[in-house]
């Protein structure tokens, strides 16, 4: 679903939410998951990490829920390189309900550190102990999942800055957060796959190492090219296709009902969704619901949008601003929530306004 202003100057598309390993393949032999393209961002990001100033800094990746915020960090993380250059490297999956305390604890696990003494501690005792195990280290820390920027008010005082060139790395699908906590340049923003990888993905899944077959090539790259890049779409459809009978007749019925199927056919579909719904505040809900009255994937013009939004009083009034501003501002909230797409990246980003265009 497109949202657009009437002179097409900038698309703005809702996405489903993708699972957070989505990027991921069946483990190899070696109990390691593989991944499809994003050769590129692995590169750029190990650069950051491993070049620049000798400062502490931090990097945020973001995207949508799913999109492989989590799995192209944990490549990184777990790379030979990093594994050599850093002396300690922990992880913590922070999430949208979090204990501080616990946070700390698991950092301290993740370092292989011995915990069980330390579960009396307080909050501020674990705070000083952490930093003092980091103290003079060069380490990596991954704070994966974070939704909040009181979090990372909290526990970035346990992080020493003895400018030696150690990083924490940040995964977010909400800008703000991002934006917050990142201190090297930009985020990093996550991309779509394009139509190759999107299509390695959904054969690796559904074939293996045995190609596709030839009868079933047409077809199949009709339903890849329908999941729009989003791994979620392409890895729920192809783990269905991969159990299933493969015949020209079943693939053609799941490409023409793709989004009941994903919907029925994956539970973790559904909690990415509700994650992202339930996050948003109340002002920002049913606008969010509203955009589903229009067919998927059609057109939505911007100012349609917001006087359909203002016409059934789904704003909350603020003095001094018309109520078409409010809903302008509530897109954009939607946009920085990841949740909608701009489709020309660069007008949000740069927060310009051309001509014709009002958000």
């Known amino acids: 679903m497109k949202v657009k202003d009437e002179n097409d100057v900038q698309d703005l598309q809702t996405r489903t939410e993708p699972s957070p390993d989505s990027l991921k393949q069946p483990a190899s032999s ?25 400062n502490l800094e931090t990097l945020s990746v973001v995207g949508m ?23 300690i490297r922990a992880w913590v999956t922070v999430s949208q309900e979090y204990n501080e305390r616990e946070l700390l604890l698991e950092l301290l696990d993740s370092m292989k550190k011995p915990t069980d003494k330390l579960r009396e501690k307080s909050f501020e005792q674990l705070a000083e102990y952490l930093y003092k195990t980091l103290k003079g280290t060069r380490y990596l820390i991954v704070l994966d999942d974070m939704w909040d920027t ?50 390695n993905l959904f054969c690796e899944n559904v074939f293996g190492k045995d190609g596709c077959p030839t009868e079933l090539k047409q077809i199949g790259k009709k339903i890849v090219q329908n999941c729009q890049g989003l791994p979620l779409a ?83 009034p603020v003095r001094s601003k018309r109520l078409e501003d409010v ?9 920085d929530r990841n949740l909608i797409l701009v489709h020309v990246e660069e007008l ?12």
């Open 327 to 335: 809903a302008r501002e509530y897109l954009l909230e939607l946009v």
């Open 65 to 87: 829920g799913g999109i492989g915020k989590t799995t192209l960090t944990r490549k990184v993380f777990d790379d030979g390189f990093s594994v050599y250059h850093f002396h």
């Open 234 to 316: 392409i890895v729920v459809i192809a783990g269905l296709l991969s159990k299933a009978t493969k015949t020209q007749h079943y693939w053609t019925y799941i490409g023409e009902n793709l989004s009941s199927v994903i919907a029925s056919n994956d539970d973790n579909c559904s909690k990415i969704l509700s994650l992202s719904y339930k996050h948003l505040p109340h002002h920002l809900k049913g606008c969010f619901l509203y955009i589903g009255i229009f067919p998927e994937d059609s057109n939505i013009c911007v100012s349609k949008l917001v006087k359909l939004w203002v016409g059934e009083r789904l704003l909350k």
């Open 30 to 54: 070696s109990g390691k998951s593989s991944m499809v393209g994003l050769d590129d961002d692995i590169k750029k990001i190990k650069d950051r990490l491993t070049g620049g100033s000798s």
């Open 348 to 359: 949000h980003r740069q927060n310009q306004k051309p001509a014709g265009c009002m958000i």
């Open 150 to 199: 009181k979090v990372w008010d909290k526990v970035k005082r346990s992080f020493p800055n003895d400018k030696n060139g150690s990083r924490i790395m940040v995964t977010t699908r909400l800008e703000n957060v991002g934006g917050y906590a990142n201190s090297c340049s930009t985020p990093h923003h996550m991309r779509f796959l394009n139509e190759g990888e999107s299509w």
